[in-house]
């Protein structure tokens, strides 16, 4: 009974699985995006973006939503559920944040012209973002689901594996932001 005990505490629970086997092809969809980029960039013609000045302050946005998000997940586990709950409530404050600054750096490039039209990379640049901003909303709907849960459940069960892969995967789409930003300081 022991060993039975033993061996199903060492078993990772199947959502944290399935969210790393989605992490895993995450990263391979940006690689390949990232990898076509740097080998189109040494096309001719080939006009690098500037990124706008704003991703500066996005980027210290999502950086502090992951700092937030480890002190819910803190406080989830130790059963503090009013700092969970504000932990949380900033952590979707910021997430929101990000995409609305992101919005606006879009906005900012589409306005110097740089379009799907006029320019490839410039092409390149709205998606590899835009699908991060893509994958930073789906985090956003998670934040909210597991933070709506605690207020809206009959019964108290304290299970903290979404919070885990709710953070988890927050986490990841913080320093996936991290490795694009520096990717495309790099490359321009």
């Keep these: 009974m022991q060993q039975a005990m033993t061996e199903r505490n060492n078993k990772m629970h199947p959502h944290k699985f399935t969210l790393w086997v989605a992490i895993g092809s995450i990263v391979m969809m940006f690689a390949g995006f990232t990898s076509a980029y740097i080998v189109k960039s040494n096309q001719a013609n ?37 700092r969970y709950r504000t932990m949380m409530a900033f952590t979707l404050l910021l997430g929101i944040s990000f995409i609305v600054i992101q919005s606006m750096g879009f906005a900012e490039l589409w306005s110097t012209n740089i379009t799907f039209r006029e320019s490839i990379a410039g092409s390149f ?3 590899i973002t835009g699908m991060h901003a893509l994958h930073v909303l789906g985090g956003v709907i998670a934040l909210l689901v597991i933070f709506f849960r605690v ?28 490795y694009l930003f520096v990717f495309f300081m790099l490359v321009s």
Excluded: G, N
């Design 125 to 127: 640049f709205y998606i």
């Design 151 to 178: 207020y809206h459940r009959s019964t108290r069960f304290y299970s903290a594996v979404p919070v885990e892969v709710v953070s988890t995967y927050w986490h990841f789409v913080d320093i996936l932001w991290l």
């Design 46 to 82: 080939w006009q690098p973006v500037q990124m706008p000045a704003i991703f500066y302050a996005s980027t210290a946005l999502i950086l502090a939503s992951s700092v937030t998000m480890q002190i819910a997940l803190r406080a989830f586990k130790e059963r503090e559920m009013s």
